[in-house]
């Protein structure tokens, strides 16, 4: 296995992963975290308790097509103790923390309001960084602007739920705004210094693999104003408008074999450089409807890492 890269003009051999990865053959969050902070850092899920301009009738009635009441926040918690006590159990000596407002949009309020709700929760010391999930059509130049502003005192991450670059796929999933909105949102997302995470979903109805893996490559070759991304399994939920399609004419989902061989051909497309932040997503147990192989999280990770090494094959593989 050895490949250059176009980045470092180091090999991409093992030792490189090793000495970038962790060992892994794609460059993994938590990867990335060690080597900013020193040590792993876990995730606080918040919800600010804000809407989205996609179910409220700016932009549209009812959401996206796969979004359930709970947003994209579905494990949420609403105050930084009541989610370090969620998590306890799993971190012995305590934080640091990523403080991350994940349910539905997390800039769709007057800027007043996010003045208050964001220093207030860098401010703890074991806060290390700030995680916004939000729309490309709600961060205005005054948002901007704060987000810059707080950039300066601890690291700010904006995450924007792409999906799709086909316009098809996107008016269908109702997401409501359009491919230049995007461009634009991370043009200025980028002047101002903040890190870039794009969402996107695989196995989206009507989508082939080559039009799945045609969003892969846009957002690979918006790299490095892209600075991590979040590949997606689709989960079909109960009390969802897909949801409802799919108990009344059920749609091809991906098999497991099938999605673990697919998301290695995508690390394959991303460049070395970009972090992975996700490989498949957690799609609460209650609401899931399909697939059901998707509720076993470790296995699927367990199911792609095996791939990677029957294909001998890693992240930037075939990036050009």
Sequence with gaps: MHRSCEITKEPIDRAYMEKHWDGRPYYALHAWLKQTFGTK???LALDAGMSCPNRDGRVGYGGCIFCSAGGSGEFAHGQIE???????????DGGPYIAYFQSFTNTYAPVSRLQELFPAAIQPEEIAALSI???PDCLEPEKIR??????RKKPVWV??????IHPKTAAWIRRGYDISCFEET?????EAGLTVIVHLILGLPGETKDQMLQSVDYTAHFSPAIDGIKLQ??????G??????????PFPVFSLEEYADFVVTCLEHLPPSMVIHRLTGDGPKRLLIAPEWSADKKRVLNTIARRLRERDSWQGKAYR
Excluded at 159 to 164: A, M, R
Excluded at 186 to 190: E, G, H, M, P, S
Aim: proline share 2%.
């Design 159 to 164: 995450e924007l739920g792409l999906q799709t």
């Design 186 to 190: 991370v043009r200025q997302l980028k």
């Design 146 to 151: 704060l987000l810059k502003e707080l950039n």
């Design 41 to 43: 850092v876990y995730k």
């Design 82 to 92: 009541a989610a370090k006590k969620l998590i306890s159990g799993k971190i012995p």
């Design 240 to 249: 969802t408008d897909l949801g409802e399609i799919y108990e009344r004419e």
């Design 133 to 135: 999930a939000t729309r």
């Design 233 to 238: 399994l689709l989960h079909v939920l109960k």
